[in-house]
C-alpha cells in the first residue's frame, strides 16, 4: 500500500490589484481647502524670508493647536447641522477659573477646572437644544453673555495669576523640537476623528446632522446624541482654556474672544456643511492651518490690524462660495446617477 503524497500545487497568482486611482482622483477633488493652504505657503514663501524659520514655525504651531481644539468642538456640533457661538466665552471663563480657583497651585488640579467647567456649559447647552428644542444659536448665544459676564466678574477686568511654578510647562515645552501643546492638537484630532468615523456614537453624530427625522426613525437616540456632542464640545473648549492660560502664563479676562467665529470658518473652509452631515478633521485641520498661516503672514508682513480682518472675512466668503459650489455640484451629481 502506497500513499498518495500531499499536492503541494498552489493556485497560480492573479494580478496584484493596484491603486484605486478612481478613487484616488474623486478624494483629490475633493481637496481644495489642501490646494489653498500648499497655495498660501508657496506665497508666503516668497513674501518674507521669515515665514520658514524655525522660531517663527514654532509660533505658528503654538497659536494654531488652541483654536484648532475649539474648531474641533465646532467640527463636531456643525456636523449635527447646529451652531455653538459660546466656545470662546468658554474659553475665557475656562482659562481664568483654571488660574484662580485653588489659587492655581496645582496644574493637574487646573486642567480638571477648566474640564469641568467646559463640561458643565456643555451640559447646560445640550440639554436646552436637545431636550428642551431651542434654537442652537440662540441658546449659545445667551451662553456667550452669560460667561463671557461671569469671566469680567470674576476677574474685574484684571488678569489673574496662578501660583504655580509650573503652570506654563505644557504651553513652552517640546518634544524633539516640537512644541508639546502641538502634540495636543493632533492627538486630539485623531481622538476625534477615530470618535466620528470609527464608533456607533460617530455615525450617529453623521446620521443626526444628515436628517434628524429619518435618525428617529431608524430608531437613533438624537436627543442624547445631540446633548453629548455639546457637552464633548465642552469639554474641548474648557481645556483649550486651560492650554491658552498655560500659554499666556495668566488667566486673562478677555482671552478667546472671537474664537466662535475663527472656529467656524476653520470648519467651513476645511469642507464641513453647515447643515450638517457631512465633513472630516482632516478637513477642520487644514481650515485651521490656513488662518493660522494667513494671520501669521499678516503679522509678518506689518498689514494693519484693520485690514487683517478684512482679509479673514474675505476668505470666509470665499470658503462658503467654494463649499456652495462644491456641495451644489455632489447633488447634480448624485441626481444624475
Known amino acids: 500500500m502506497t500513499q498518495t503524497p500531499a499536492s503541494t500545487a498552489t493556485a497560480p497568482a492573479g494580478p496584484r490589484p493596484g491603486p484605486d486611482w478612481g478613487r484616488v482622483g474623486a478624494w483629490a477633488k475633493e481637496q481644495y481647502p489642501l490646494y489653498i493652504l500648499i497655495l498660501l505657503l508657496i506665497i508666503a514663501g516668497f513674501s518674507t524670508q521669515a515665514f520658514f524659520t524655525p522660531q517663527n514655525l514654532t509660533n505658528l504651531v503654538l497659536q494654531a493647536s488652541v483654536i484648532g481644539i475649539v474648531t474641533l468642538a465646532q467640527f463636531l456640533v456643525v456636523l449635527t447641522g447646529g451652531i455653538d457661538i459660546s466656545v470662546g466665552s468658554v474659553v475665557g471663563l475656562a482659562g481664568v477659573l483654571a488660574a484662580g480657583l485653588f489659587s492655581g497651585t496645582s496644574v493637574p488640579l487646573a486642567i480638571l477646572v477648566a474640564v469641568l467647567t467646559g463640561a458643565a456649559i456643555g451640559a447646560v447647552n445640550g ?3 436637545a431636550f428642551r428644542g431651542l434654537e442652537a444659536f440662540i441658546v449659545t448665544l445667551g451662553m456667550l453673555a452669560l460667561a463671557r459676564g461671569l469671566v469680567y466678574a470674576y476677574t474685574e477686568g484684571v488678569p489673574v495669576a496662578p501660583q504655580a511654578e509650573d503652570f506654563r510647562a505644557i504651553a513652552s515645552s517640546t518634544l524633539l523640537g516640537f512644541p508639546v501643546i502641538g502634540i495636543l492638537w493632533l492627538v486630539l484630532a485623531a481622538a476625534v476623528a477615530f470618535l466620528v468615523r470609527r464608533t456607533v456614537f460617530g455615525r450617529r453624530v ?3 446632522g444628515s436628517n434628524k427625522e429619518a435618525a428617529r426613525a431608524a430608531g437613533i437616540p438624537v436627543r442624547s446624541t445631540l446633548f453629548l456632542v455639546y457637552v464633548i464640545a465642552g ?12 500659554r499666556v502664563g495668566v488667566g486673562t479676562p478677555t482671552a478667546g474672544t472671537g474664537y466662535e ?11 464641513t456643511s453647515l447643515v450638517g452631515g457631512k465633513g ?3 478637513g477642520a485641520l487644514v481650515g485651521t492651518l490656513i488662518f493660522a498661516v494667513i494671520s501669521n503672514l499678516l503679522v509678518l508682513l506689518n498689514v494693519s490690524t484693520y485690514l487683517q480682518d ?6 470666509i466668503l470665499v470658503a462658503v462660495l467654494l463649499t ?10 448624485r441626481q444624475l446617477t
Request: aromatic share 14%.
Open 324 to 333: 456652495t459650489i462644491q456641495f451644489a455640484k455632489r447633488k447634480k451629481a
Open 127 to 129: 440639554w436646552l437644544i
Open 261 to 271: 467665529l475663527n472656529a467656524i470658518a476653520a470648519v467651513v473652509i476645511g469642507g
Open 280 to 282: 472630516r478633521v482632516f
Open 206 to 208: 453623521y446620521a443626526s
Open 310 to 315: 478684512a482679509f479673514r472675512g474675505a476668505l
Open 235 to 246: 469639554v474641548l473648549s474648557g481645556f483649550a482654556g486651560f492650554l491658552l492660560a498655560s
